[in-house]
């Protein structure tokens, strides 16, 4: 711009002005060359904002105002700059200048390119920026929208033409977007002719951006671009036929010099080449697209697939897309696939996308289907196409296959399985996946019924894996056995359809069996041939849908004799002869006082096959239990679920012990007269065997002595660090009278305490789990998995609250081991779903008021146990409690079990150090709405918040209990006032005389003395108390007054003194400041700031503080006068007398 003259810049105030032009606008130019394309679009955006701005406040008579006229010198004359970024930045501020201002137009753009950017003679450099500068003007002119003056606009876009290499790619990229935007006269008036010259070269002088001009004119006007002008220039009346298609293939093979990014021209022959017919499509393909993919130049070969992937979205018929996708094509996917580079990224996994998609569109046919995935599967693809590409193509592809498809695409996996195709399917690789592909076809979702092409692949798959077949490799038949198990486990999806399959496959297996010359690769052994035939003839018997109990017999007989096949088959004899005596005591419909119930020894054999390490026989667990789950007795569920007891071990079965003593009894009755040498060699292996016990015993001693020990050695290096000898909790330390050096000491005496306990478990090797320890874990697992099942299946079933016990005891005794987190996270789950699922009265099978007492004793027994740092697990916990508890108050009845057992909790809570329930165990049952009764706890709260026994946070969490208990309207309507009042007078009697012995005390806590106001106030709103209580409002002020007492605090005490309820404009009133004391009773006139109101009868769900004493009810509680506010935390603070 030259330096700046006095007519040029003066100054207002504090900003700087260049040509009129502010510095806040000047400051963003230089913001228009950054190389960050996020930060130069922002810097482009606030320009032409600050901009369009300025001349809205400006009047100009004859166009733009000053300030638009700078920034458009400015923003041509940078197109012409040389730096990284800048002709990005100017060109894309000039384009949005030039929309967003309309009084611009074309002719003062180029007249300001003139001025600016004009032809420079001597300096090549300089006249070469130049050009490029007016080629873009001229090209965001184009891009703007504005179309005036074509002539000299389309002079300025062909200038370049001829000047450099690079050029004429943008020169056709503006061409075509002005081609777009003009109408038919304007274009054959100002246009054509000076394009016309430009085109006329013919294809000896044609160049890849001249066909693509030539294309696009012809698209666009016709009637100008006419079939005699390329009759007489172009040797044809059409560019895209047959005769031309040699020209074109060379055209492609020039664009290629533009990769990655894909030249225009391709696209446009796209468009083309998918108007065409069938027949010309694939003379097309044969002349162009064949020999691009033929050539090895990889650059070449991705022109064509680019090509081919803009055209298979418009290919809708089979014809098309065979005539397209050609095996030269298949071959160049296999070629390129593999490859990780950019290009490869782009454009041949773009192809593999574009087929996919092609494939599951949802006007696809079955027919079309088929047509792209037997040119994947055949020479040069394979069955095996995505292992050789790493992609998952064809996974997809046969996922969306239609049920139409299935047919014809089964006979084509079986040729490759059978080796009847003469291609490279035919490698052991390759038949392999045709067996996991027969699998998915039996288990794909679009035929989820019974059809009989499922039970045909089945058949072929257990013929392969058992018979004996010189085809097949023992390697093969391991594979085709795998996927039949593998097709088992989800084959339908109704449990009609399965019973049936399961049926039917058992008779095609029976005729397999019996077939001349069949023979098994692995015989069966004759209790397994028995236990077969055993199966197939109660099968035949028996007929589905006759009910759940029938079907159950028909999926665990049908499931059970395959495995007489796989490697559990002693285990799945067994299990047969177990399911075969159930299944005549069902049929007998009768039950002695010897023999458990067949659902019983159901639910027995259930958990037999979870043990086993077979995923399929899981499955089938879940799919029986789930329709054994409504049948079940108590009984059935205790033993079914026992496993979730701690003390479970995996040969120990519920009963086993009476069992054992029954039989012990009889064999002695019967071997009395057996003599003196049998009884005497019985002793001996009886005392062997206690020796190893009692071995093992003391080795399981020393182990718990030892850890005993360190626990110990631990505990009193930790006293020792915190150097307190006192063994009084009642003394509270305040850490703001603590010396920092004193703390810093304590600090590094616990850090050397942890460190040598670390360095212990390191020297003994870790507590790694042993085997058994986690086939325990993961067949509890499994066992919580027919929890789950169990509790979506019976929600309101009595049995289900049972489970609440072993549960929280499971969980109490994973917490604390890292290597049960499998378990314990499912086990959270199974307890939230359980505690969720209680919202209703549960079936009153059984249930009463001593069941649930005995149930909630158990769960808060078990809970004691819970580790202190969780606040997830003790959730739990004060959700089982309030399961149980809301049961109880549903049922109705005497209460005075439950009640008791909560006493007895609570009392725990308060003067046991030991005890680690959440303060929200007791917080959501005082604030459930629908137990009258809870009220009876209030006045174990009131003894426990003044008693000495009680730490002081305990104190302070039963005050804020008692607070939680006034504010439940439910609770405090169904309880007589006098009992509320007797309440609130005794709670007042216990403040003042905790005011009156201060001084002899050895300290009271601001938080404990604000959560007791808070508590009576809550109280004497729900008795409907309004006299004042002058006298302890003045006590507690003189207390004030001495001691440093919170803003909120001292509110409390002026609400004392009020007469009747707090008035309407008391809620955002401010307390008058008084030098940090508050206000005499008598002096209080003015209204006192308040937490806001909650409403009622909403439920959350928050954390509980157990450090400052904080409770959690559970429920959002009615809102009082005595809630502090959540603005500012407050410090507690230390009243000594």
């Known amino acids: 711009m030259g330096p700046l003259t006095p007519s040029e810049g003066t100054t207002k105030g504090s900003v700087t002005l260049k040509n009129n032009v502010p510095s806040k606008i000047l400051s963003l130019f230089s913001d228009l060359t950054e190389h960050d394309t996020e930060k130069r679009l922002k810097s482009v955006v606030l320009l032409i904002h600050q901009v369009v701005n300025s001349e809205k406040k400006v009047q100009a008579s004859d166009g733009i105002g000053p300030t638009a006229s700078y920034c458009l010198t400015r923003l041509v004359r940078g197109l012409a700059s040389s730096r990284a970024g800048a002709r990005e930045g100017f060109f894309t501020g000039l384009v949005l200048l030039l929309r967003r201002l309309p009084a611009l137009d074309t002719a003062a753009l180029l007249a300001a390119v003139d001025a600016h950017l004009p032809d420079v003679r001597g300096d090549p450099r300089q006249a070469t920026e130049h050009r490029i500068g007016r080629l873009l003007a001229a090209g965001a002119a184009v891009r703007a929208g504005h179309c005036s003056q074509l002539d000299r606009l389309t002079a300025a876009l062909l200038e370049g033409w001829h000047h450099r290499a690079y050029m004429p790619p943008m020169v056709s990229t503006f061409i075509e977007e002005l081609l777009l935007r003009v109408s038919e006269e304007q274009f054959s008036g100002s246009v054509w002719p000076q394009l016309k010259e430009l085109l006329a070269a013919g294809w000896d002088g044609c160049t890849p951006e001249r066909l693509w001009m030539l294309l696009v004119s012809r698209r666009q006007f016709p009637d100008v671009v006419d079939s005699r002008f390329l009759k007489q220039h172009w040797g044809s009346k059409k560019v895209f036929s047959p005769k031309n298609y040699e020209n074109i293939l060379q055209m492609i093979k020039v664009s290629a010099g533009s990769l990655p990014a894909i030249h225009p021209l391709v696209g446009s022959l796209a468009t083309l080449a998918v108007e065409r017919s069938p027949a010309e499509l694939l003379s097309f393909g044969a002349a162009v697209l064949e020999p691009l993919l033929d050539d090895r130049t990889a650059d070449v070969a991705l022109l064509a697939m680019a090509m081919v992937q803009l055209m298979v979205a418009h290919l809708n018929t089979p014809e098309m897309l065979e005539s397209v996708l050609t095996p030269a094509l298949v071959g160049a996917l296999v070629r390129l696939l593999p490859k990780r580079d950019r290009r490869t990224e782009q454009v041949a996994r773009g192809l593999g996308s574009a087929l996919v998609g092609r494939v599951l569109a949802p006007d696809s046919s079955a027919e079309l289907q088929l047509t792209v995935i037997s040119r994947l599967v055949s020479p040069p693809g394979s069955i095996n196409f995505d292992h050789m590409t790493g992609t998952k193509i064809l996974a997809q592809m046969l996922n969306g296959l239609k049920a139409d498809a299935l047919e014809p695409f089964s006979k084509t996996v079986l040729s490759c399985f059978e080796g009847t195709s003469s291609d490279r399917n035919l490698t052991p690789r390759g038949r392999a996946v045709a067996c996991d592909l027969l699998c998915r076809l039996v288990q794909h979702p679009s035929a989820p019924g019974r ?656 450090g400052d004493g904080s409770v959690d009810s559970g429920v959002e509680e009615v809102a009082s006068d005595a809630e502090p506010p959540k603005k500012k935390k407050i410090r507690p603070a230390r009243v000594v007398a």
């Open 451 to 1106: 059809t009989p092409l499922k039970e045909r692949l089945l058949e072929r798959l257990f013929a392969a894996g058992v018979l004996r077949d010189d085809s097949v490799s023992d390697e093969l038949a391991a594979t085709a056995l795998r996927a039949f198990f593998r097709a088992l486990e989800h084959p339908v999806r109704r449990l009609a359809d399965l019973t049936e399959l399961l049926r039917g496959l058992m008779e095609r297996q029976r005729a397999l069996l019996r077939a001349d010359g069949a023979e098994l690769r692995a015989p069966l052994s004759p209790e397994a041939r028995a236990a077969w035939d055993a199966a197939a003839k109660a099968m035949r018997k028996l007929r589905p849908g006759a009910g759940p109990d029938t079907d159950v017999f028909i999926i665990l007989l049908g499931h059970l004799s395959q495995q007489l096949f796989g490697t559990e088959c002693a285990a799945a004899v067994d299990a047969l002869q177990e399911l075969h005596a159930c299944l005549e005591r069902q049929q007998q419909l009768r039950r002695s006082a010897e023999e458990p119930v067949w659902s019983e020894v159901v639910v027995d054999l259930l958990l037999s096959l979870l043990a086993l390490n077979v995923h399929l026989l899981r499955n089938v667990v879940r799919s029986v239990f789930t329709l054994l789950a409504p049948t079940l007795s108590p009984e059935a569920l205790l033993y079914a679920f026992q496993p979730l007891n701690p003390d479970f071990k995996m040969n120990s079965r519920p009963g086993d012990d009476a069992e054992g003593e029954m039989d012990e009894q009889e064999s002695g009755s019967e071997d009395e007269s057996a003599g003196e040498e049998d009884s005497a060699e019985e002793d001996d292996e009886d005392e062997d065997e206690w020796e190893d016990e009692s071995s093992g015993a003391e080795e399981e001693g020393e182990n718990a002595a030892e850890d005993t020990d360190q626990l110990e050695t631990m505990r009193a290096q930790v006293k020792a660090a915190l150097g307190g000898d006192s063994e009084d909790d009642a003394v509270s330390v305040d850490l703001d009278d603590v010396p920092e050096e004193h703390l810093a000491k304590v600090d590094e005496a616990l850090g050397a305490a942890f460190r040598a306990m670390r360095k212990d478990k390191r020297m003994k090797g870790g507590n790694r789990p042993t085997d058994e320890q986690l086939a325990m874990m993961h067949f509890r697992i499994r066992v919580l998995d027919l929890v789950d099942v169990y509790v979506r299946a019976c929600p309101r079933s009595a049995a289900a609250l049972g489970l609440l016990s072993p549960m929280v005891s499971l969980l109490s005794s994973c917490a604390t081991d890292s290597h049960q987190a499998p378990l314990l996270g499912r086990l959270r789950a199974c307890l939230k779903r359980l505690t969720a699922a209680g919202g209703r009265l549960p079936e009153r099978h059984g249930l009463t008021q001593t069941l649930l007492a005995e149930l909630l004793q158990d769960v808060l027994t078990s809970g004691a146990r819970l580790p202190a740092f969780s606040l997830e697990l003790g959730g739990l916990l004060a959700a089982a409690v309030r399961l149980l508890v809301r049961t109880s108050a549903q049922l109705g009845g005497d209460q005075t079990e439950v009640i008791s057992a909560l006493s007895t909790a609570l009392d725990a809570f308060f003067t046991d150090r030991e005890c680690v329930y959440p303060a929200r165990t007791f917080g959501q049952l005082l604030a459930l709405p629908g137990w009258p009764r809870g009220w009876t706890l209030v006045t174990p709260l009131l003894d426990a918040a003044f008693s000495d026994r009680v730490r002081p946070y305990r104190r302070t969490q039963a005050f804020q209990l008692v607070t939680t208990a006034a504010k439940n309207r439910a609770m405090v309507g169904a309880v007589p006032s006098a009992e509320v009042e007797s309440a609130a007078a005794r709670l007042e009697a216990g403040i003042h005389q905790l005011v009156s012995d201060v001084s002899a005390a050895d300290g009271v806590r601001t938080k404990y003395v604000t959560c007791a106001l808070e508590a009576l106030l809550a109280l004497r709103r729900a008795a409907g108390l309004t006299r004042p209580v002058t006298q302890l409002a003045a006590q507690l002020t003189e207390l004030g007054q001495k001691f440093s007492l919170s803003k909120y605090t001292r509110s409390l005490i002026a609400r004392l003194a009020q007469t009747g309820p707090r008035p309407e404009g008391m809620k955002n009133a401010k307390l008058p400041k008084n030098n940090g004391t508050a206000a005499a009773p008598a002096d209080v006139s003015e209204p006192v700031q308040d937490r806001p109101r909650k409403r009622a009868g909403s439920c959350r769900s928050t954390a509980v503080d157990e």
